[in-house]
């Protein structure tokens, strides 16, 4: 209001800045999680140069860089995807058209400036960032990780406790994922009816084809879909033993989605309680389906051409 001035201007204008580059981004068609990340990583940058963006200058961003990767640990891919946050918003800033320039100097008698370039940022200099250390699994480790599930669910079964149901979903998830070269999210929004006949494979029956819906997008556009073709002839067993004999048996299992468990109330979010974002790492059985004591034997391995043996429940199973 004319003739009072604000209690605390920067943090209103620093609020204000932040909201007008959520909206500007939002504007681009950009999803709302890579909007979240882009805040949260700013908002970072002003607590380690503990100054608001109208007084940042490049050896703020030296230091903040040089602290990540020395006591963070940051990879060089992180590190790069933080600078461009920054550099992205020193952008929104100096553009003439949002007039963040001239609002700074009428308060502040300063003016935002680009403190990220070329001479101080990371550079993509190649399409395969990856570390050194890290290799694809060898054949030995690809039996001994879907193994391992197929024994959790055993071994929940026989001590007559309950979540051998969750035990044969992941199980029965990782394999899906494996057979189709799926990431984290395209496996968790597949739906029953996204597979499909292939006239070339009519062996593999119903689920000759799987249709990927939620592909990884670009900027500003829809999840990518595409279509993947089945190969292994333990794949159609594997989700047909997953569909027919144990997802019926789930909580919400009325629905379309393949995973009933991994979809929130709304059928697009994370179920309460499960992080599916460290599916490989959690605690809870992870991996292979099947359970009760009384099972015939079924063939579906998930990696050499050899089959492995796997539990199906019998009928009259509790």
Request: aromatic residues 10%; glycine residues 8%.
């Amino acid at each position: 209001m004319d003739g009072l001035s604000s209690l605390r201007p920067d943090e209103q204008v620093f609020e204000a800045m932040i909201k007008g580059w959520r909206n500007q981004q939002l504007a681009r068609n950009l999803s709302l999680g890579y909007v979240n990340d882009q805040e949260r990583t700013v908002r970072s940058f002003t607590r380690h140069a503990d100054v608001m963006p109208w007084q940042w200058t490049p050896q703020h961003v030296d230091e903040w860089s040089a602290d990540l990767r020395a006591v963070h640990g940051c990879v060089r891919s992180t590190l790069r995807n933080y600078q461009g946050s920054v550099r992205q918003f020193c952008d929104f800033l100096t553009n003439p058209a949002y007039g963040w320039s001239e609002e700074c100097l009428r308060h502040f008698g300063t003016h935002p400036v680009q403190v990220v370039y070329d001479w101080n940022a990371a550079t993509h200099a190649d399409e395969a960032e990856g570390e050194p250390e890290r290799r694809a699994f060898t054949k030995p480790e690809l039996e001994q990780f879907f193994d391992h599930p197929d024994e959790a669910v055993l071994r929940v079964r026989g001590k007559g406790r309950k979540g051998w149901l969750p035990a044969f979903r992941d199980a029965a998830l990782f394999k899906v994922a494996y057979a189709y070269g799926l990431r984290r999210n395209e496996t968790r929004m597949l739906d029953l009816t996204d597979f499909g006949r292939n006239p070339e494979g009519r062996e593999f029956g119903e689920y000759g084809t799987l249709l990927v819906r939620y592909g990884k997008a670009k900027k500003g556009s829809p999840p990518k879909r595409r279509s993947v073709l089945t190969v292994w002839h333990w794949t159609p067993r594997t989700i047909e033993e997953w569909i027919s004999e144990v997802r019926p048996e789930m909580r919400h299992s009325t629905g379309r989605a393949l995973w009933p468990s991994e979809r929130g109330p709304a059928g697009r979010g994370p179920a309460a309680g499960l992080p599916v974002r460290r599916l490989p790492g959690r605690r809870r059985p992870g991996s292979r389906a099947g359970v009760p004591l009384a099972a015939q034997v079924v063939h579906h391995p998930p990696d050499r051409g050899r089959p492995r043996p796997a539990v199906r429940p019998a009928a009259g199973r509790p």
